[in-house]
């Protein structure tokens, strides 16, 4: 008996460790700039949802196959991380595929046999089914495994349709440009280097879904003096696209187009306060753009 808990004490120790861990990586990420701003708390909550009874799903299959694993002879303790760690799908396929006959032990001359035999194989003594009763016991207490793993992974299903739902529906999803609140793209962007480094950011992009927005929030210590500095330069520009600069700052939003820029733009920034900007180009069908943006 003791041994059976130091079994199981990896699982008793290591799945609360990792729900809170994930736990902690929300609460960080959420303290972290502006964290789930521009997003109804529903989409996280149904992403932190999902994530959860995933894990659990594989935890409570993965409990099963330990338990069926430890009858078998198997190594339960392996089985039962390869299960939860390549998904309860690929790992139960796995183990079905590979797991072992039960078997028990002939009380007449120790031979192992099948738990099905009505007589040994090896001395012919007639095999009582009082163990095999036990093992019927001990597998109908294991469906409970099985059917909380169900359960646990219907509300995994639940958890992911509502937030592909909501997020495809945009509800509860920011998308406007001159928002003070983040901007959450639903598209895509093809990108060849996007990074800020000692206040410029530099945005290098082939493509990108109509209306995608890339920002960077950027820091004005002198409002009076300063310049907000563009280099851009788009080499692709189909009939109607265009590129769009916002800068955003509580009320304050500026717009201007840049597709078609004759020479780098200096834009004054006496209109805002010192403090953090919202610097965000709107990609509106322009491919091949390189751009570098700073204030000075």
Known sequence: MNQAKK???PLYIGIPVILLLLFVRFGLYFLKSDGFSGLSMLLPVLLLGFILFALCTSALFAAWVYQDCKERG????????VVFAATPFIGLLIYFLRRSEIK???PACGQRISAKAN????????????????MEKQGTRRLAWIAAGIVSMALMLVCLTGFIVSAAAGK????????DDRVWNLGTISMNYSACQDGVWKLDFRRASQGFVKEQNMTIE????QLLRADISCGTVPDGAALILWLVQGDTVKSMDVTNLPQPLEYPLCAFENGEVHVRLQINGVEDTVSEIYIQ
């Open 172 to 179: 509860g999803v920011n998308t406007d440009a001159a928002s």
């Open 222 to 225: 002198d409002a009076d003096a």
């Open 104 to 106: 028990t032990t002939c």
């Open 74 to 81: 198997d190594d339960p303790v392996l089985w039962a991380i």
């Open 7 to 9: 079994n199981r004490l």
């Open 119 to 134: 007589y040994c194989e090896e001395c012919g003594a007639h095999i009582e089914k009082e163990e095999t009763r036990i």
